[in-house]
């Protein structure tokens, strides 16, 4: 087994979820800088320069990230993670090698039949949370991982948040909720300051309280007290908050929430059918 205090770590993909899971696992001493390779495009700069700040190695081709690695994370779009994993498949290097794949939409069955037998897969899905080090992520083992593979890749996604692990089949609706999620509540905390704005406050001052709004109400569920129990708390009889939740209802904002994760599933599905095509 892999010691998780010093592993080799690959990405193959070096944008800004590569770049936020390099840094947490340095700063969780999970991985030195120098231990660290991600393959970047000629053309983005922009992440090269930012590994090469952190102590790690940005290279421009595929082939040495998975040479220098101990663990390979997959952080591709769909579309490109076929052709980027045929490329490296052929090395003696991938084979008894532990891939972690954070594509969206693209499920375990996917990537094994393009990997060596002996490869093991876990799909992960992170949010962008992970940036500052409050990400919601789930993982799924392959039909080869092992129990320890799904322990050190919880341990390592922890390093930037929480990590639940789920069968495969539910992690359409993972990549639906806490992936995308961060989008609707933006949408939210948007929506929130342009009310205060409405009603006569300083746009700086409306988004700034809405923020707040938001992160405290998140940190109340870890009372463990449902969610209805803490919004009953707030809302007094003919009070201000009841007319404002019954406005929400009459305006369908739980089924267009529901809506807009089924929405996002569903997009899943789609975009793992094409690529198996």
């Given at each position: 087994?892999?010691?998780?205090?010093?592993?080799?770590?690959?990405?193959?993909?070096?944008?800004?979820?590569?770049?936020?899971?390099?840094?947490?696992?340095?700063?969780?001493?999970?991985?030195?800088?120098?231990?660290?390779?991600?393959?970047?495009?000629?053309?983005?700069?922009?992440?090269?320069e930012a590994f090469k700040k952190i102590g790690a190695t940005a290279v421009f081709e595929n082939k040495p990230v998975v040479e220098r690695s101990e663990v390979v994370i997959?952080?591709?779009?769909?579309?490109?993670?076929?052709?980027?994993?045929?490329?490296?498949?052929?090395?003696?290097?991938?084979?008894?090698?532990?891939?972690?794949?954070?594509?969206?939409?693209?499920?375990?069955?996917?990537?094994?039949?393009?990997?060596?037998?002996?490869?093991?897969?876990?799909?992960?899905?992170?949010?962008?949370?992970?940036?500052?080090?409050?990400?919601?992520?789930?993982?799924?083992?392959?039909?080869?991982?092992?129990?320890?593979?799904?322990?050190?890749?919880?341990?390592?996604?922890?390093?930037?948040g929480t990590c639940d692990e789920v069968p495969e089949y539910q992690m359409d609706a993972v990549t639906a909720l806490s992936g995308s999620g961060p989008a609707y509540v933006?949408?939210?905390?948007?929506?929130?300051?342009?009310?205060?704005?409405?009603?006569?406050?300083?746009?700086?001052?409306?988004?700034?309280?809405?923020?707040?709004?938001?992160?405290?109400?998140?940190?109340?569920?870890?009372?463990?007290?449902?969610?209805?129990?803490?919004?009953?708390?707030?809302?007094?009889?003919?009070?201000?908050?009841?007319?404002?939740?019954?406005?929400?209802?009459?305006?369908?904002?739980?089924?267009?929430?529901?809506?807009?994760?089924?929405?996002?599933?569903?997009r899943c599905k789609v975009v793992n059918s094409q690529l198996n095509k």
């Amino acid at each position: 087994m892999i010691k998780v205090s010093a592993m080799k770590i690959g990405f193959l993909g070096g944008g800004k979820m590569a770049f936020a899971l390099a840094n947490g696992f340095i700063s969780a001493g999970l991985a030195k800088p120098d231990e660290i390779t991600a393959s970047v495009h000629p053309s983005d700069v922009v992440s090269a320069e930012a590994f090469k700040k952190i102590g790690a190695t940005a290279v421009f081709e595929n082939k040495p990230v998975v040479e220098r690695s101990e663990v390979v994370i997959v952080s591709l779009k769909p579309d490109v993670v076929a052709p980027v994993l045929k490329e490296v498949k052929d090395l003696p290097a991938s084979k008894n090698k532990l891939f972690i794949s954070i594509a969206m939409g693209v499920n375990t069955t996917s990537i094994e039949k393009v990997l060596p037998s002996e490869a093991r897969v876990i799909r992960v899905m992170p949010n962008t949370p992970a940036l500052v080090n409050h990400g919601a992520a789930a993982l799924s083992r392959g039909s080869r991982a092992t129990a320890d593979d799904a322990k050190l890749t919880s341990e390592l996604f922890k390093a930037v948040g929480t990590c639940d692990e789920v069968p495969e089949y539910q992690m359409d609706a993972v990549t639906a909720l806490s992936g995308s999620g961060p989008a609707y509540v933006y949408m939210m905390i948007e929506s929130l300051a342009d009310g205060g704005v409405r009603c006569g406050l300083p746009r700086d001052l409306a988004l700034r309280l809405a923020a707040q709004t938001t992160l405290g109400s998140a940190a109340m569920l870890q009372t463990n007290t449902h969610p209805a129990v803490l919004k009953d708390n707030v809302t007094s009889p003919a009070g201000s908050t009841a007319d404002g939740t019954f406005h929400l209802e009459q305006n369908g904002f739980r089924s267009a929430v529901i809506g807009a994760v089924s929405a996002a599933a569903a997009r899943c599905k789609v975009v793992n059918s094409q690529l198996n095509k």
